[in-house]
């Protein structure tokens, strides 16, 4: 069974670019014709596609947020991640890391403030 964790800083501060990392156990990310996304839900609001990385490792990204983000992998080590650069309190959200739809990680929460 595909397990997935996210890791990284709670709290950013406007300006600076968020980075989160998603570990993948139980499965490899380049394989099996997966897609692996970033998700994220803001306080009040519905989930929110942000992009994903295919298992060949070419990546989609949400127009909204297209100039902003970079989504890469590491294959060593079976992770892959984010990168939003130039954040606003309006990123603040809890985000997710997902396998296809059907397995997505705990989610973290991203706090941006000064």
Known sequence: QVQLQESGPGLVKPS????????????????????????????????????HITYRGSTYYSPSLKSRTSISRD??????SLQLSSVTPEDTAVYYCARGVNDWGQGTQVTVSS
Request: with cysteine; charged share 10%.
């Open 75 to 80: 294959t060593s080590n079976n992770q892959f």
């Open 16 to 51: 600076q670019t968020l980075a989160l990392t998603c570990t993948v156990s139980g499965g490899s990310i380049t394989t099996n014709y997966d897609s692996w996304s970033w998700i994220r839900q803001p306080p009040g609001k519905g989930l929110e596609w942000i992009g």
